[in-house]
């Protein structure tokens, strides 16, 4: 009895996951996920003066307010370094989780998605801290004046930084994403062709809604967003000829 009992927890008569069975594979994959997010959090505290460094190179010097401000700072940037080394791990389980409700050609289809996307996610962290954060902080240190002088909180920092970067991250999945619902039949190039003044707008109310309420900041994604809708438009034309 206590046979059959585990039986049922672990696949039903016709070979399918029970409720119960993918609740333990969820909660496995989860925590193998929060590990190596740890994991991750304590390699990059291991390197925190060198990764801070490089995230205040843009705007210098910054300063703390409060006594704990500092620490904490650290900590929320060693968390957040480690997701981010994490995240191809996280991808995988998420991937690995809904393998057995793929069939064969979904497997190999999401097997390509799930690597791209981790990188496409990453070229917009990079290009937004590279090509834009610097100019966007310089522009904001320019409001200086023999009365005004910038003395940026790192704290405050750091949250400017996670809240400017960030949507670049997604943003830059735009051209995938349409690729895929274009795959799936949902749009057509004629369609997108046909929408593109819409888009510019959108693009300016949706970097206002994820930037920092300033001109500049809104500009520079909104712009890139209109040019990824380009690229994923050239995809699905000239490469799925949608």
Known sequence: ??????????????????LIAHLEELRRRLIRSLIAVAVG????????????HWLTAPAGKLYYLQPAEAFFTYLKVAVATGFLLALPV???????????????KE????????????????GGLAFSFYAVLPFVVKFFMG???SELEAMFSIDKYFDFIVTFVLPFG????????????AKMGFV??????????????????????????????????????IALYGVGYGVVRFLLKK
């Open 107 to 122: 497997r190999m289809v999401l097997g390509l998605l799930v690597p791209l996307s981790v990188l496409l996610f990453f």
């Open 90 to 104: 996280v991808f995988y389980h998420v991937w690995r989780f809904f393998l057995p409700a793929l069939t064969v």
């Open 188 to 225: 057509t190039s004629q369609g997108l062709k046909k929408y593109f003044r819409y888009v510019i707008f959108i693009s300016f109310v949706v970097a206002a809604m994820l930037t920092p309420p300033d001109v500049v900041s809104q500009t520079m994604l909104a712009i890139p967003l």
């Open 170 to 181: 997604f943003m830059f999945e735009l051209p995938l994403v349409l690729a895929v619902l």
């Open 143 to 145: 409001f200086g004046n």
């Open 1 to 18: 009895m206590a046979t059959e009992q585990t039986g049922q927890t672990e696949t039903n008569d016709d070979g399918s996951m029970s």
């Open 41 to 52: 959090s304590a390699i990059a505290y291991f390197f925190i003066e060198d990764i801070m």
